[in-house]
């Protein structure tokens, strides 16, 4: 199948197909007479493989390991779940720091009045001048 046919089928589009192949994520595919790239079912199942890995947000790097898992019939699936758990982990921080951004953003937030002054907690932490957002809120 043609460049378009496997991209309908794995629900990639075609650039990123391009791009996978480029950074050796996905071997080099066979090229047709005419020189156009040719899949078959099992490209398409390897490329259905990133796609899922990608929305669960697995690095390149990450792919390139599960995929080499995948191909690895003597592996064990220790390898697979270490892996998965150390990405849990990092996503785990990830969240604690995104939850911290937020608390620190919804008490700037609280603290501006929101009106047609132009003083802001907001724009005093951004500038630099933490102290004065601290006595706007203090004040209010």
């Known amino acids: 199948m043609n460049i378009g046919q496997a991209a309908s089928g794995s629900g990639l589009n075609p650039k990123i197909i391009r791009y996978y192949e480029s950074i050796g994520l996905i071997g080099a595919t066979r090229r047709s007479g005419s020189g156009y790239r040719d899949f078959d079912d099992k490209d398409v199942q390897v490329l259905r493989f990133i796609k899922r890995s990608r929305e669960l947000g697995f690095s390149i790097d990450r792919i390139r390991s599960l995929l080499s898992l995948w191909d690895d019939k003597s592996r064990q699936s220790a390898e697979v779940k270490a892996l998965a758990n150390q990405y849990i982990a990092e996503v785990d921080a990830d969240i604690g720091r ?43």
């Open 98 to 140: 995104l939850q911290a951004i937020r608390n620190q953003l919804q008490q700037l937030a609280t603290a501006c009045n929101g009106d047609a002054r132009p003083e802001c907690p907001i724009i005093d932490v951004l500038a630099g001048r933490p102290k004065q957002a601290l006595a706007r809120q203090e004040a209010a």
